[in-house]
Nanobody, 121 residues
Framework: QVHIVESGGGLVQPGGSLRLSCSAS????????MGWYRQVPGKERELVAT???????HYRTSVKGRFTISSDYAKNTVGLQMNSLKPEDTAVYYC???????????????WGQGTQVTVSS
């Protein structure tokens, strides 16, 4: 069993900042990649940023230069620093981790419950 828990969402004015945090716990042998996705009602969930266990990062174009993903794979945590927030960043943000639960098992993705981020004046 793997548990993914996010925190840090909330209401912020345009131009403001928020930091999201995510922690993975349970039967974890290794995590290969962790990331953040977001979803608004009526739309598909979209990738925001990912960070691999080798430190490689990827960002969606619209958040480059404003969001920064960071991780501590020794602690199975990932964070997302969001600066210069815009109303279009409003969404439920989900943490995702690809986890192997045993040394020889394959990885599979696990999701958190999500945390609401609202950017509004």
């Amino acid at each position: 069993q793997v548990h993914i828990v996010e925190s840090g969402g909330g209401l912020v004015q345009p131009g403001g900042s928020l930091r999201l945090s995510c922690s993975a716990s349970g039967s974890i042998s290794r995590i290969t990649v962790m990331g953040w996705y977001r979803q608004v009602p009526g739309k598909e969930r979209e990738l925001v940023a990912t960070i691999f266990d080798n430190g490689t990062t990827h960002y969606r174009t619209s958040v480059k230069g404003r969001f920064t993903i960071s991780s501590d794979y020794a602690k199975n945590t990932v964070g997302l620093q969001m600066n210069s927030l815009k109303p279009e960043d409003t969404a439920v943000y989900y943490c995702n981790a690809f986890v192997a639960t045993a040394p020889q098992s394959s990885v599979r993705g696990y999701w958190g419950q999500g945390t609401q981020v609202t950017v509004s004046s």
